[in-house]
């Protein structure tokens, strides 16, 4: 197939290209625009069947990418503890020996550890996390502690795999706000609940812009209430006495 190609030069002339279009040169072209076929797909189409968002559709707060395991220095940076105070949220939640509680985006198990301690062997920490990498070194870290109250979780996008009805307490320490499907999460996380279970939320104060985090890692209270509670939560308590994070109390709201 031939095409002709008309052009003038800068004189004026009539300049005039025959370009062959061979059968090799259509296929490049037909295989470019699968590529871009697939390419859509992969952005585009993938995403919305799988139910991931990039804002929550109530409250309109964009939803912050997970901190992959090149971060888990700074989950055990030394600063953490006048930073976050990270014993005093936990004094200010409550933990009793033999508890069965969970940690949703344990990380290397920091505060998995510190959980596992005060609910004692007769207790059980479910330590779920959606990167291996992050679980190996939480086991690691556990049996250099030698704590055998804990039991890794490899999680999903959209359930964290916990067993139904089994659990008292369940812990999210700055990792809601990274959940890019929220409400299925929260629904999984509600029936993993006994139903005196509370879910509590730990998240740097977006009402603060003082606080150095970046927005996308913040959450307010309304939003916390607005999100969640549409889940079938009810906000109980928000407790103030840590440096920079609301700790949000939660429980089952009652079916009518």
């Known amino acids: ?48 069947l799988y139910g991931f968002q990039s804002e929550h559709p109530l409250s309109g707060r964009k939803i912050a990418p997970v901190m992959g395991v090149g971060g888990a ?7 953490r503890e006048s930073e976050e105070n990270p014993e005093g ?3 200010a939640i409550g933990f009793k020996p033999g508890m069965v509680v969970a940690d949703i985006g344990a990380g290397t198990g920091y505060m998995t550890l510190k959980m596992a301690k005060r609910i004692g062997p007769s207790g059980k920490v479910y330590a779920e996390d ?7 070194r939480l086991r690691q870290n556990a049996a250099e502690a030698k704590l055998a109250n ?14 139904p009805g089994a ?5 999210l320490v700055d990792v809601y706000h ?34 150095p985090i970046r927005p996308e890692h913040k959450m307010s209270v309304a939003e916390v209430k607005l999100e969640v509670e549409a889940e079938g939560f009810h906000l109980d308590q928000v407790l103030e006495t840590l440096p920079r994070q609301h700790i949000l109390i939660l ?5 009518n």
């Open 1 to 48: 197939m031939n095409r002709e190609i008309a052009s003038t030069t800068g004189n004026g002339h009539d300049i005039r290209l025959n370009i062959m279009a061979t059968p090799q040169s259509i296929w490049y072209s037909v295989q470019r625009q699968i590529r871009v076929f697939i390419l859509i797909c992969l952005f585009v189409l993938i995403p919305r």
């Open 73 to 79: 220095d700074w989950l055990d940076r030394g600063e």
């Open 89 to 91: 949220a936990l004094d």
């Open 130 to 136: 959606v990167q291996p990498e992050m679980l190996r």
């Open 150 to 163: 804990i039991q890794t979780v490899l999680g999903g996008e959209a359930d964290p795999k916990l067993p």
């Open 167 to 171: 659990l008292d307490l369940i812990l």
């Open 178 to 211: 990274e959940f890019s499907q929220p409400q299925r999460m929260l629904r999984k996380m509600r029936e993993s609940l006994k139903p005196d279970g509370r879910l509590v939320l730990l998240e740097y104060r977006k009402e603060d812009p003082s606080i």
């Open 251 to 255: 429980t089952k709201a009652k079916v």
